[in-house]
């Protein structure tokens, strides 16, 4: 072994081989794929392809946490997805026969605090919308999909105009966590979103600045949270307002389980 982490034979292989391996793999097996994408393209700016395995030690490792930690004010959460996608990359690498060690198996992952389920209030609601308006609209059409379909975050993002049946009056989710196809009626206030949206893309929401569908609203969504003073809430929550909100309406708890796709 060598510095403790990879055999002397491992040391011709770059890191660029890894992330290879990774993103085939997240590709073929993964729903959440374009998050994945996301959390490679930030782990490259701390561990570029070019590096050579055998030149990373355990404290490259604690000093990318400390890092996070610090600068980037990353979540326990975020911090051990990152450790959990690169010991996943040497996994992947152990077994292609390209590594004997991971030395991922030996950094201490940190305690995740449970989320209190939040829902959003009418009031909150109100000055969610007056904040949006002012800071970040282009994030109003996908907080008012998730508020209508109650939706999860990544099917949203990957909504495409061949999932709505206008003539019928429902969306259609082949795509789903839980692997079951769904239908979810179409309101009139989603219904009139969808008729004043563009149609660009085969995707419904576009991020005009690249023209690529959105992987990730997070700092719009922060900033208005701020803004309008709602305090610990997450975008899933629009999916739990929608849930509380149905119920609330005298909603059968089936209905709502069928429209919300919970197993």
Do not use: C
Not at 14 to 29: A, F, H, P, V
Not at 62 to 86: C, D, G, I, P, Q
Not at 170 to 177: A, D, G, Q, Y
Not at 197 to 224: A, L, M, Q, W
Request: net charge positive; glycine share 4%; hydrophobic share 35%.
């Amino acid at each position: 072994q060598q510095n403790g982490v990879v055999a002397k034979k491992d040391k011709k292989i770059k890191l660029k081989t890894l992330y290879d391996l990774y993103q085939n793999y997240s590709k073929l097996n993964k729903k959440s794929y374009h998050k994945d994408v996301s959390f490679i393209k930030n782990l490259k700016i701390y561990f570029p392809e070019t590096l050579y395995i055998d030149n990373l030690k355990l404290s490259n490792f604690e000093k990318f946490k400390e890092t996070l930690k610090t600068e980037r004010k990353s979540s326990n959460a975020t911090l051990n997805k990152y450790l959990n996608v690169l010991s996943k990359m040497y996994n992947l690498g152990i077994d292609e026969k390209l590594l004997t060690e991971n030395p991922l198996r030996n950094i201490k992952r940190y305690k995740e605090a449970n989320h209190k389920i939040r829902y959003l209030t009418k009031e909150e609601e109100i000055r969610l919308y007056q904040q949006i308006d002012e800071y970040a609209p282009h994030i109003k059409p996908l907080v008012t999909t998730a508020l209508q379909t109650g939706m999860r975050r990544g099917e949203i993002f990957n909504l495409k105009w061949s999932n709505i049946d206008f003539d019928y009056g429902f969306i259609e989710l082949l795509e789903t966590k839980s692997g079951k196809s769904r239908k979810i009626p179409l309101s009139k206030t989603m219904l009139e979103l969808l008729n004043n949206t563009p149609r660009i893309s085969e995707f419904v929401f576009v991020n005009k600045d690249t023209g690529n569908p959105y992987t990730d609203i997070k700092h719009g969504f922060s900033t208005v949270l701020e803004k309008a003073d709602i305090q610990n809430f997450r975008f899933h929550d629009l999916r739990h307002t929608v849930a509380t909100r149905l119920v609330e309406k005298g909603i059968d708890l089936v209905v709502v389980k069928e429209i919300l796709g919970h197993s």
